[in-house]
């Protein structure tokens, strides 16, 4: 049964963190708080990891269309193609924020991504996601996790993530009530930026 940590947004417990990531780096699966909708992620260098979150999401690791969560832009040359100011300066207006920006991937992605092109970039306005990843010392990848109830899309009650995930993964993180819009996503590989879905952020920072 996965272990369920309660943490608060304005100071994550570095303690809880740690144990967190001690997890990651094994291969575990975690459900985790965002700025948008909570997130189902893994260490993104560990592939078996990366096969158990594609097969939860019934897809082919090569083709999962899951984001990079970051911890800020500092890693950016890691997993994207070198981009131009214009690209540069749209990044640094939105982020962190609920956005995913899908970008050029480079050569040194990791092994399971190696043949794709374009890579989901994420860096949510979120403490505890982002503690975590600063202290993992790489991005998780990351999904949405979704509801069956036909009106709301995702589930925001910790609790109730709990209690239907917890056979599934190793641990759900309890950052108080997520929201039930997911980020706007924009693909910036092209001349002009794309709107591929609107979702909480607002598409002023372009």
């Known amino acids: 049964m996965a272990q369920f940590i309660k943490l608060y947004n304005d100071n994550p417990n570095p303690k809880e963190i740690e144990k967190i ?3 990651l780096q094994n291969g575990g699966l975690i459900i985790y708080p965002t700025d948008t909708v909570y997130g189902l992620g893994c260490d993104i260098t560990n592939t078996k990891a990366l096969a158990k979150v594609a097969k939860i999401r019934k897809v082919k690791p090569e ?3 899951f984001s990079f ?3 800020d832009l500092s890693h950016l040359s890691d997993y994207v193609k070198q981009i131009d100011t214009a690209t540069y300066k749209i990044l640094k207006r939105a982020l962190p924020g609920p956005y995913t920006f899908v970008l050029p ?3 040194s992605l990791p092994k399971a991504y190696k043949k794709r092109k374009t ?12 503690a975590i990843v600063a202290a993992l010392g790489n991005p998780i990848v990351s999904t949405s996790i979704h509801d069956e109830d036909e009106v709301l899309e ?5 609790e109730l993530i709990f209690e239907k995930w917890q056979n599934i993964v190793d641990i759900v993180v309890d950052g108080g009530y997520g929201g039930n819009y997911a980020s706007t996503v924009i693909d910036l590989t092209t001349d002009e930026p794309e709107v591929i879905r609107e979702g ?6 372009l």
Do not use: E, Q
């Not at 890579?119 to 982002?130: L, M, Q």
């Open 21 to 23: 990531v001690k997890v």
């Open 154 to 158: 995702y589930t925001t009650d910790p």
């Open 200 to 205: 909480k952020g607002s598409l002023d920072i």
């Open 63 to 65: 083709k999962a269309n």
């Open 69 to 71: 969560v970051c911890n």
């Open 105 to 107: 991937g480079s050569n």
């Open 119 to 130: 890579v989901g970039i994420r860096v949510p306005d979120n403490n505890i996601a982002r």
